[in-house]
């Protein structure tokens, strides 16, 4: 069993900055992939970053990349989601999540997950 816990977000402006955090607790955190996924009012989650568990690999969505960097310490057991340029349209709950099936971008592959952080950029 891993729990999950997501902190960072927040209400910020268009343009600006945010770096989400989600801390691990229980089996051996190291050996899982971890994603971060988001999800809208009315929207199904979607895939946004996944860093593999050694930090080798690591992949985003279109719509974020350029903009949002996705880093882990296997010492601290947490995963960080740096978000920058933030815009409207990335206003959403955030959630982590721990897979070792595989660095993939389906939730399905995923087996746990955190109870998610809000994230709302204002025009």
């Known amino acids: 069993q891993v729990q999950l816990v997501e902190s960072g977000g927040g209400l910020v402006q268009a343009g600006g900055s945010l770096r989400l955090a989600c801390a691990a607790s229980?089996?051996?955190?190291?050996?899982?992939?971890m994603g971060w996924f988001r999800q809208a009012p009315g929207k199904e989650r979607e895939f946004v970053s996944v860093?593999?568990?050694?930090?080798?690999?690591?992949n985003y969505a279109d719509s974020v990349k350029g903009r949002f960097t996705i880093s882990r310490d296997n010492a601290k057991n947490t995963v960080y989601l740096q978000m920058n340029s933030l815009k409207p349209e990335d206003t959403a709950a955030y959630f982590c999540?721990?897979?070792?099936?595989?660095?993939?971008?389906?939730?399905?592959?995923?087996?746990?997950w955190g109870q998610g952080t809000q994230v709302t950029v204002s025009s």
């Open positions: 999540a721990a897979s070792d099936l595989g660095v993939a971008t389906t939730p399905s592959t995923y087996d746990y």
């Open positions: 860093i593999s568990w050694n930090g080798s690999y690591r």
């Open positions: 229980g089996r051996t955190f190291s050996r899982y992939n």
